[in-house]
């Protein structure tokens, strides 16, 4: 009863005020600024308690009159002013309300961020190769025009880029010399460890593992899908809420769908290569299964289905709420499908044949003709071993090899497997374009500066000629002194992933790899101690 009365007081109070105080602010307002003549805008700002202030835009006053005699006349009636007043106080307005996007354009424009469709009038930088609209650049769309009439190439810089070349300064930062370009620990030329060579093998390779905590794990992540090529990465056990961002746990050249359930477990989350097409499948997901799914669209090749899935030790129902949910769906058993997850139902020798999880697994397979992969264990302690994280395909003839990887990032092994693929090109390399600044002077750089005619740029008129003017003048003499070049460069990691922390990863799956086949509990207690070591220096 109270609530209510003091809501009652309030709204009196916001009417009274509105009908008694607003129209007087708005005339003190014109009369403090005569020069300012809005035809419909006013701003009040009320003070509503004495921890913030609520602004109000309030469109109600129009100019009409002389600078003798000014007069203000309101075109909203003092009720509408409180309803607008009450939603506004509720703090339940959105600035922009409409559809959310929940995907990230393959080739978004770099100012506004809106992707770039195969209509769109845009242009890519030569520097960056990134694209932006012609109506968010500097050019013209006459120019634009032409020139696409014309069929002719031509070069373009955007504006971060050209910036990026203007200060003489720059080129003395060894960040230019090519020598210490390659000698940073984050492209050192060293071999990857044995486990990885299975990834030297062409194909789309898949990975999936229990993070148990993705936040904390994401830049040995990081390093993972550098270290294995890696086209796919399944995770479990994200242990993620709303409060974590996409930016977050981002993964470079990777874009990530992800299933939340909160920050003491469950979880699961898929990093897709940008070069990849994909279409989420919402229509596979259930309410109560840990599963997320996406359509990857191949070129030359039909859609292929993959899925994450994490069954809680407690869930005995999983597979038989999968398999209803699969059924609902006509398209599921004629897709190409790979599902990689933690099923923690265990099917080493071990397991008893009478194991109600182990039938429920193998009825949920025979239903759908899929094959399970995995044979080896992929979570060991000194005492146990048992296989847990599985990989299931729907056509084991395309793939070209499966197993696990021993790396300790948690207490369970990644397993992978590697699809087949025929000589289409799927990826290409990465290049940059440096400057090279094996014969740079700076002395030099200026001297030639000094000997150009610069009246072309100062007589200009039009700053935009002007600009070109200056831009080319510049650019041919920085050429001249440190020419531009492109060279391939390796996937980097993180700049504070050290040598230090490299080499202790490595010892942490040797470690790992010795506890496998002693399981002497010595092993055992070296491997943590390495694994809590990584932890702390990352």
């Given at each position: 009863?109270?609530?209510?009365?003091a809501?009652?007081?309030?709204?009196?109070?916001?009417y009274?005020?509105?009908?008694?105080?607003?129209p007087?602010i708005?005339t003190s307002?014109?009369?403090?600024?005569p020069?300012i003549s809005p035809?419909?805008?006013?701003?009040?700002?009320?003070?509503f308690?004495p921890s913030?202030e609520?602004?109000?835009?309030?469109?109600?006053?129009?100019?009409?009159?002389?600078?003798?005699?000014t007069t203000f006349t309101?075109h909203?009636?003092?009720s509408?002013?409180?309803?607008?007043?009450?939603l506004?106080i509720?703090?339940?307005?959105?600035?922009?309300?409409?559809?959310?996007?929940?995907?990230?354009p393959?080739?978004?424009?770099?100012l506004?961020?809106?992707?770039?469709?195969?209509n769109?009038?845009?242009?890519?930088?030569?520097?960056?190769l990134?694209?932006?609209h012609v109506k968010?650049s500097?050019f013209s769309?006459?120019n634009?025009?032409t020139l696409v009439?014309?069929g002719?190439?031509f070069?373009?810089?955007?504006a971060k880029?050209s910036l990026q070349?203007?200060?003489?300064?720059?080129?003395?930062?060894?960040?230019f010399?090519?020598l210490?370009?390659?000698?940073?620990?984050?492209?050192s030329?060293e071999?990857k460890?044995s486990?990885?060579?299975?990834?030297?093998?062409k194909g789309?390779?898949?990975i999936h593992?229990?993070?148990?905590s993705?936040?904390?794990k994401?830049?040995e992540?990081r390093l993972l899908?550098?270290?294995?090529n890696?086209?796919?990465l399944a995770v479990?056990?994200t242990?993620?809420?709303s409060?974590?961002?996409d930016?977050?746990?981002?993964i470079?050249?990777?874009?990530?769908?992800?299933?939340?359930r909160?920050r003491?477990?469950g979880?699961?989350?898929?990093?897709?290569?940008v070069?990849?097409?994909?279409?989420p499948?919402?229509?596979?997901?259930?309410d109560s299964?840990?599963?997320?799914?996406?359509?990857?669209?191949?070129p030359?090749?039909?859609p292929?289905l993959?899925?994450?899935?994490y069954?809680?030790?407690?869930?005995?129902n999983?597979?038989d709420?999968l398999?209803?949910t699969c059924?609902?769906?006509?398209?599921?058993?004629?897709?190409?499908?790979?599902?990689?997850?933690?099923f923690?139902?265990d099917?080493?020798?071990?397991t008893?044949?009478?194991n109600?999880?182990?039938r429920?697994f193998?009825?949920?397979?025979?239903?759908?003709?899929?094959s399970?992969?995995i044979?080896?264990p992929?979570?060991?302690?000194?005492?146990?071993s048992?296989?847990?994280d599985l990989?299931i395909?729907?056509?084991?003839?395309?793939?070209?090899q499966?197993?696990?990887?021993d790396?300790?990032i948690?207490?369970h092994?990644?397993?992978?497997?590697t699809?087949k693929i025929?000589k289409?090109l799927?990826?290409?390399?990465n290049?940059?374009?440096?400057?090279s600044?094996?014969n740079?002077d700076?002395?030099?750089?200026?001297?030639k500066l000094?000997?150009?005619?610069?009246?072309?740029?100062?007589?200009?008129?039009?700053?935009?000629n002007?600009?070109?003017?200056?831009?080319?003048?510049?650019?041919a003499?920085?050429d001249?002194?440190?020419?531009?070049?492109?060279?391939?460069?390796?996937?980097?990691?993180?700049v504070?992933i050290?040598n230090n922390?490299?080499k202790?990863i490595h010892d942490?799956?040797?470690?790992?790899?010795r506890?496998?086949?002693?399981?002497?509990?010595?092993?055992?207690?070296?491997f943590?101690?390495?694994?809590?070591?990584?932890?702390?220096?990352?």
């Amino acid at each position: 009863m109270a609530a209510g009365l003091a809501g009652v007081l309030t709204a009196v109070f916001i009417y009274s005020f509105c009908s008694t105080f607003i129209p007087t602010i708005i005339t003190s307002c014109s009369s403090k600024y005569p020069e300012i003549s809005p035809v419909n805008i006013s701003i009040a700002v009320i003070p509503f308690s004495p921890s913030h202030e609520i602004i109000y835009n309030i469109v109600c006053a129009q100019y009409s009159g002389s600078s003798s005699n000014t007069t203000f006349t309101t075109h909203m009636s003092t009720s509408k002013i409180f309803f607008t007043l009450s939603l506004l106080i509720c703090g339940d307005i959105h600035p922009c309300p409409g559809p959310v996007r929940t995907t990230t354009p393959k080739y978004p424009c770099i100012l506004c961020g809106r992707g770039i469709r195969i209509n769109s009038k845009a242009i890519s930088c030569d520097c960056c190769l990134q694209w932006i609209h012609v109506k968010c650049s500097d050019f013209s769309l006459k120019n634009y025009n032409t020139l696409v009439k014309s069929g002719s190439d031509f070069e373009y810089t955007c504006a971060k880029c050209s910036l990026q070349s203007l200060p003489c300064d720059i080129l003395d930062n060894d960040e230019f010399s090519t020598l210490n370009y390659n000698s940073s620990p984050n492209n050192s030329t060293e071999e990857k460890p044995s486990v990885f060579k299975c990834f030297q093998t062409k194909g789309i390779h898949m990975i999936h593992i229990n993070a148990r905590s993705l936040l904390s794990k994401i830049d040995e992540l990081r390093l993972l899908v550098v270290d294995t090529n890696a086209s796919i990465l399944a995770v479990t056990e994200t242990m993620l809420d709303s409060t974590v961002s996409d930016t977050e746990i981002a993964i470079d050249n990777f874009l990530v769908i992800r299933k939340d359930r909160n920050r003491d477990g469950g979880g699961v989350a898929i990093y897709i290569k940008v070069i990849i097409a994909f279409n989420p499948r919402t229509d596979l997901q259930s309410d109560s299964l840990e599963t997320i799914w996406a359509e990857l669209l191949l070129p030359k090749t039909k859609p292929i289905l993959i899925g994450c899935c994490y069954r809680p030790p407690t869930q005995n129902n999983f597979y038989d709420i999968l398999e209803q949910t699969c059924m609902k769906n006509s398209s599921f058993s004629n897709l190409e499908t790979y599902i990689l997850g933690d099923f923690n139902t265990d099917l080493s020798k071990n397991t008893s044949v009478k194991n109600c999880l182990l039938r429920g697994f193998k009825n949920f397979c025979f239903m759908f003709n899929l094959s399970q992969l995995i044979d080896t264990p992929t979570r060991i302690t000194n005492c146990t071993s048992s296989i847990l994280d599985l990989v299931i395909v729907s056509d084991p003839i395309k793939i070209k090899q499966s197993g696990t990887l021993d790396i300790g990032i948690s207490d369970h092994s990644a397993i992978f497997c590697t699809r087949k693929i025929g000589k289409v090109l799927f990826d290409k390399h990465n290049t940059v374009k440096i400057r090279s600044s094996k014969n740079y002077d700076k002395q030099v750089f200026c001297d030639k500066l000094d000997k150009i005619d610069w009246n072309a740029v100062t007589s200009c008129t039009n700053a935009n000629n002007a600009w070109l003017m200056f831009k080319s003048l510049y650019t041919a003499t920085l050429d001249s002194v440190a020419p531009s070049k492109q060279i391939r460069i390796k996937q980097r990691t993180e700049v504070y992933i050290t040598n230090n922390i490299l080499k202790c990863i490595h010892d942490r799956d040797k470690a790992l790899k010795r506890l496998k086949k002693s399981k002497e509990n010595s092993d055992f207690v070296e491997f943590k101690k390495l694994r809590n070591k990584v932890q702390k220096l990352i």
